[in-house]
């Protein structure tokens, strides 16, 4: 880590003490929001998790619906129409009924690589959530460097500025 906190520190002059309080009268705002709710982010955490897997599964349950579609209670009529011979006559075409089929099926698959692509959106959601988090996590570091350098900072800097 870059502002790591060691025993054996030189002496630390007025400016940077100067600059340590300055730094950390920038960073704390920003600290205690990103790093108060810890607990919130957990929560959180797991449930665009769960989010995310029921959207693969809804995903991967509606593409494979479409191979199984002309066997399920509604849908089945699709297949019948496209199997007898008197649906054909009285439409007007074969391939016809044939497209509606198809187009029916391309529908479904459709909405499962939407379901996917929600999934995969709620992922990218989730990393920058995280990414938030791991640099409140550093900023938190900063400030209790900073606020170990406030202390360190000698007395008489305090006492000629009163």
Partial sequence: MFFNSS?????????QAED????????????????????MFAINQGLTNLT????YLLGLMSIAFSFIMNTVFPFHVL??????????MALTSKGDIQLFSIAVKGLVIFIGVLFIFIGILIR???KRKSLLQNAGKELKLIETY???????QPKTTTENKE
């Fill in 20 to 39: 340590a309080v300055k730094m950390l009268t920038t960073i704390s705002p920003l600290v205690s929001n990103l790093y108060s709710g810890r607990t």
């Fill in 124 to 126: 990218k959601t989730g």
């Fill in 146 to 152: 900073f606020l170990e350098i406030q202390k360190a």
């Fill in 7 to 15: 025993k054996n520190q030189s002496p630390i002059s007025e400016t």
């Fill in 79 to 88: 297949g019948e129409i496209i199997s007898k011979r008197a649906y054909e």
């Fill in 52 to 55: 995310e897997l029921f959207f």
